[in-house]
Nanobody, 127 residues
Framework: VQLVESGGGLVQPGDSLRLSCAAS??????????MGWFRQAPGKEREFVSA????????YYEDSVKGRCTISRDNAKNMVYLQMNSLKPEDTAVYYC???????????????????WGQGTQVTVSS
């Protein structure tokens, strides 16, 4: 299984970005996994940003991005997206896409339940 993130970059505060996560692998489809986005800023631990549950459209967001971010999934293309609007300097981080086969309750918030990870894409928000 391979997850490849893209779409990061250097933007100004208030700008938007759409991150993409392309999934591939034998018999792997994003619809069968809880897909999550996490981020890690320099000197900080990786933190939860957003997730979409397997076989459902339930979506979840960390409080600081709620209302500014939207996670979505295209099962046919095997892609997951994170639309980020009104970006702030504190959103600066490397963003990672993860896939979890099993996720109970709010387990999606914890990176140790994810089975696969991408290499990350850098998002820098600066004026």
């Amino acid at each position: 299984v391979q997850l490849v993130e893209s779409g990061g970059g250097l933007v100004q505060p208030g700008d938007s970005l759409r991150l993409s996560c392309a999934a591939s692998g034998r018999d792997f489809n994003v619809s069968e996994y809880t897909m999550g986005w996490f981020r890690q800023a320099p000197g900080k631990e990786r933190e939860f940003v957003s997730a979409i549950k397997r076989r459902a459209d339930n979506t979840y967001y960390e409080d600081s991005v709620k209302g500014r971010c939207t996670i979505s999934r295209d099962n046919a293309k095997n892609m997951v997206y994170l639309q980020m609007n009104s970006l702030k300097p504190e959103d600066t981080a490397v963003y990672y896409c993860g896939a979890a086969k099993i996720s109970y309750g709010s387990g999606y918030r914890y990176d140790n339940i994810y089975d696969y990870w991408g290499q990350g894409t850098q998002v820098t928000v600066s004026s």
